[in-house]
């Protein structure tokens, strides 16, 4: 039987998990946990988590598209302290895994976002708010306790609505926003559609308004995406909320090179690397595949961020080695929630910041700036 997580916690601070030697190993079975999750929040919640677009492949493809890489490790570098501490967009964190915006935290735990947003706390870790959030965005800065947090934002045909909700993200004391670009329609997903997913009677979308909240929980979310998501954005959008919020804007679910570019030129402060989790367009390419490209057109210029399929403390070294800053994680921060609860979420992040380190030490870096394309190799194939 694998140790899934539930281990003592590393400290009682989440500043000293960002430095110090490596420690005894941790032991998460992401598989186990998904199991436990799926058993403790039943199949439509599941479904609706799990889904991909059409036959889900892309997120298979996603994972495997991390283990085309090798690491190349320096040896007789002394490693008996490591550090993953480091800055996104300003704020310290204790590494940099970002918890990614996922819709509807409530079929996880009962705390919803609030309880996401407290672990993230706890752990030191950078959480980003969907605006598909079942708790009230004001409630879940306040979970946080003063600790920075993101806010997704999709921009709705109603852009009275989405304005009003971006200055209160500003007045919550969120520090960006990441401006989802990759989702002018849903994307098809059958298992969402042949699981009937749809929102729970007793579950509230506060960042849209009561009208779009009823049409989720009579048609379904996909249906609701085409009606309320507004397909006519543009570049032009980034200045738009950066002028609103005052607040850096991300563009997320960019996967060419020349777009990356063309966000930062329209005031983006970065972007994201990423296939919404491969529940967008099935023929997109795995962001693994992409970002050493986009990393080389941006030159250093801007945050850059990836997400989709990261699933071991080596992606994470991988991700960093191809050019990001930082990455984020979507479904096992979802099992976690959903197995675990608060403290679930926390041991998921203490053992993929831990397991940072040891990747690190084996690979010769101490700290996140030692880490550089030398480290990677793509495989050659069998
Ligand atoms: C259940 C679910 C809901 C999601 N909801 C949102 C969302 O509301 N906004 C958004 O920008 N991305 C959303 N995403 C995409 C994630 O932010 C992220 O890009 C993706 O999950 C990363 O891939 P991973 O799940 O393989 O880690 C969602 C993903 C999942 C799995």
Redesign the pocket.
């Known amino acids: 039987m694998p140790i899934i997580y539930f281990m003592a916690p590393y400290s009682a601070s989440a500043t000293a998990l960002g430095a110090g030697p490596v420690v005894e190993p941790r032991d998460i079975d992401l598989g186990a946990l998904e199991e436990l999750a799926k058993t403790a929040i039943g199949q439509m919640a599941y479904d609706?988590?799990a889904g991909g677009a059409e036959d889900g492949g892309l997120?298979q493809e996603?994972i495997a598209g991390w283990g085309q890489w090798n690491l190349s490790p320096k040896v007789l570098v002394d490693v008996s302290t490591i550090s993953t501490r480091t800055k996104l967009l300003g704020s310290d964190v204790m590494g940099p895994i970002v918890v990614?915006?996922?819709?509807l935290h409530a079929m996880a735990t009962p705390g919803a976002e609030r309880d996401t947003a407290r672990a993230c706390a706890r752990a030191g870790a950078m959480m980003t708010l969907?605006?598909?959030s079942n708790a009230p965005l004001d409630e879940v800065a306040e979970a946080g306790g003063g600790a920075p947090q993101w806010m997704?934002v999709y921009i709705l045909k109603d852009r009275g609505r989405t304005k009003e909700m971006v200055e209160q993200v500003a007045a919550a004391g969120y520090k960006a926003l990441?401006l989802?670009v990759d989702a002018p329609v849903s994307g098809l997903r059958y298992q969402e559609l042949r699981g009937g997913v749809s929102l729970r009677d007793d579950l509230e979308l506060p960042n849209l308004t009561d009208a779009s909240t009823t049409r989720v929980k009579g048609e379904g979310f996909m249906a609701a995406v085409c009606q309320e998501f507004d397909p006519s954005i543009t570049y032009d959008d980034i200045a738009w909320l950066s002028e609103l919020s005052h607040l850096p804007v991300l563009a997320?679910g960019v996967t060419r090179s020349d777009d990356a570019v063309k966000c930062l030129d329209a005031g983006a402060a970065g972007v994201v690397v990423?296939n919404?989790?491969g529940?967008q367009l099935r023929d997109a390419p795995a962001p693994a595949t992409v970002l050493p490209e986009i990393a080389e057109s941006l030159t250093g210029r801007g945050t850059l961020l990836v997400?989709?399929?990261?699933r071991r403390p080596a992606d994470v070294l991988k991700a960093l080695a191809l050019g990001a800053d930082g990455v984020?994680?979507?479904?096992?921060a979802?099992w976690a929630l959903g197995s675990g609860g608060e403290d679930g979420l926390v041991a998921l992040l203490e053992w993929f910041t831990l397991e940072l380190r040891r990747v690190m030490a084996l690979c010769g870096v101490r700290s996140l700036q030692e880490i550089d394309t030398t480290l990677v190799r793509r495989k050659v194939p069998s």
């Open positions: 609706y988590y997120v996603n990614a915006p996922t819709a969907s605006s598909l997704q990441l989802t997320k990423s919404h989790g529940r997400d989709g399929g990261i984020l994680i979507g479904r096992p979802l």
